[in-house]
């Protein structure tokens, strides 16, 4: 629990401060066609991020380090950091490259619908090239990052993004005015970032004497283990993204505006997920792939279902208060410059649709390492290929109605079918079995969270009212309606018997 909090609280910073980043973003440059061009040219490296790096390789590095650490000497371990950092340093500069001369077909693959407009195209494909070198930085920082976790060095690893978030903040306000295309600016904070980030966390595993000396040590018995774990788990790790890589292939043919109002809800739904998923997503693995390795099924079964409980107990009220108070949130945070009120409430519908999504994508946050803490990737890649299909098939059915809002729909529903296949395929192998009580704690669970949202409901203003507010009157309301609803919870819980016992977590010796 206690390392849980630490990454929650040093994640909390990098995400307030990715909220003044897009704060920032919004007012300067506005929901228009130089937005969308740079959010569909940054996602993509950014994805390849998620999928190569934090996702797959995590997935697949963490759980072969543990049991290096388990049953090697030092020696081999520090022989396996060298030739996994020099075989991965490797393929990134390869794949950068290929990413920087196959710019204007990936952007005609992911963006078709800029294809219709050459300005936009040719913008993409400019900001692409600009961009995509931060997957070599952001990779690399990604593999020191699982290193310092796997020997319980947390803190670090969490607080690094920021520096991305303060490179952006920095370009946006001093660079961009001195530019003739000012979304330029916003490439170069991509790359500035990027190098800060990996300067960091190089600094802190070299203090920790954690820093490998790279060698390209391709045929290394651990290497190749990675990389078997590793293929699979590019995808079955990272379904989430590539749903959301789909929103944007699809939005490229909605109206302008629609990716930015995506990009902007996605935002905002990543706060509670970064800060509550990602941090307990990075706890539990080596966790779990430690009482995997000593055989302790026990063990690890009773620390996914603390892991579960403890997803919902922050989730639900999180989702219900993100649907809740959409447009007041998005209001308050981005409605100033050039961000306009059709924007906000264009947004804030895409946020109300994601947040219906938000438990269902921080349980396969939980349930996927119960499946790559015992090296298997094979089964969250079928059950990625069903919840990837469901999402296709959803958004074309609910893009007509709903618009940009029906593909946050879609992947919320689709996030929904990942965690329901991971966890039932866990309970079918007897991998996992949930303790006693499960039905009451839900209940309870669910009333605590539905007499919170009709409260919020009550006292919520319309976004008319909002958007006349100044920004200060903005802030404090908001700040009173969210402190608000954490008390209703915390006394609904209370009232209707849920204690701390409920989602303490299980001790073992490590």
């Known amino acids: 629990m206690r390392s849980t909090l630490l990454v929650g609280q040093m994640t909390l910073i990098s995400r307030i401060l990715g909220l003044a980043r897009d704060a920032v973003i919004a007012g300067v440059y506005g929901a228009s066609a130089a937005t969308d061009a740079f959010f569909v040219a940054f996602k993509i490296p950014n994805l390849f991020r998620r999928l190569f790096a934090e996702g797959a390789f995590a997935q697949a590095f963490v759980p072969v380090l543990a049991a290096w650490k388990t049953e090697r000497s030092p020696a081999e371990v520090r022989e396996l950091l060298g030739a996994v950092g020099g075989v991965l340093a490797g393929i990134l500069l390869c794949l950068t490259a290929v990413g920087v001369l196959a710019a204007p077909l990936i952007i005609a693959l992911v963006a078709p619908g800029f294809l219709e407009d050459g300005s936009r195209y040719g913008l993409s494909v400019t900001l692409l090239r600009l961009t995509f070198p931060y997957l070599f930085f952001i990779s690399l920082t990604a593999f020191l990052g699982a290193v310092l976790n796997t020997h319980g060095r947390f803190a670090i690893p969490a607080i690094t993004p920021a520096l991305l978030n303060v490179a952006f903040i920095s370009a946006t306000l001093w660079l961009a005015p001195r530019l003739a295309e000012p979304i330029m600016a916003l490439a170069a904070g991509v790359l500035l970032g990027g190098v800060l980030q990996l300067g960091l966390q190089g600094a802190a595993a070299w203090r920790a004497g954690l820093l490998p000396r790279p060698r390209w040590r391709w045929r290394h018995e651990g290497v190749q283990r990675i990389l078997r774990l590793m293929l699979p788990a590019i995808f079955g790790v990272s379904v989430a993204q590539l749903n959301f890589l789909v929103d944007t292939l699809i939005a490229s043919f909605l109206r302008e505006g629609s990716i930015s109002w995506l990009y902007f809800a996605d935002r905002l739904m990543e706060f509670p997920l970064g800060i509550f998923g990602v941090a307990l997503g990075t706890v539990i693995l080596p966790t779990l792939s430690v009482h995997h390795v000593r055989q302790d099924e026990r063990m690890f079964s009773r ?73 298997d990737t094979r089964t969250p890649v079928k059950i990625g290929v069903v919840a990837l299909v469901s999402n296709l098939i959803l958004n074309l059915a609910l893009m007509g109605p709903l618009q940009h809002s029906g593909l946050a729909l879609a992947t919320s529903l689709a996030a929904f079918v990942n965690a329901g296949l991971l966890f039932w395929g866990l309970r079918r192998r007897g991998v996992y079995t949930p303790e006693a009580g499960w039905g009451f704690f839900m209940v309870r669970l669910l009333a605590a969270a539905a007499g919170m949202g009709a409260i919020l409901h009550a006292l919520c203003q319309p976004h008319a009212v909002w958007a006349s507010w100044t920004m200060g009157e903005r802030i404090s309301h908001l700040a009173l309606l969210i402190a608000v609803g954490m008390l209703v919870y915390a006394g609904l819980c209370l009232s209707l018997g849920l204690r701390k016992s409920h989602v303490a977590q299980p001790v073992a010796r490590l």
Do not use: E
């Not at 999504?357 to 790559?372: D, R």
């Open 303 to 375: 620390t996914l279902d603390w892991a579960l409980r403890l997803v919902l107990v922050i989730t639900l009220p999180s989702a219900v208060g993100l649907a809740v108070l959409a447009a007041p949130i998005m209001s308050t945070l981005f409605q100033y410059g050039r961000m306009g009120g059709t924007d906000v409430l264009m947004s804030a519908q895409a946020l109300m649709a994601y947040a219906f999504g938000l438990s269902g994508f921080i349980l396969v946050k939980v349930l996927a390492p119960g499946y790559f803490s015992r090296q």
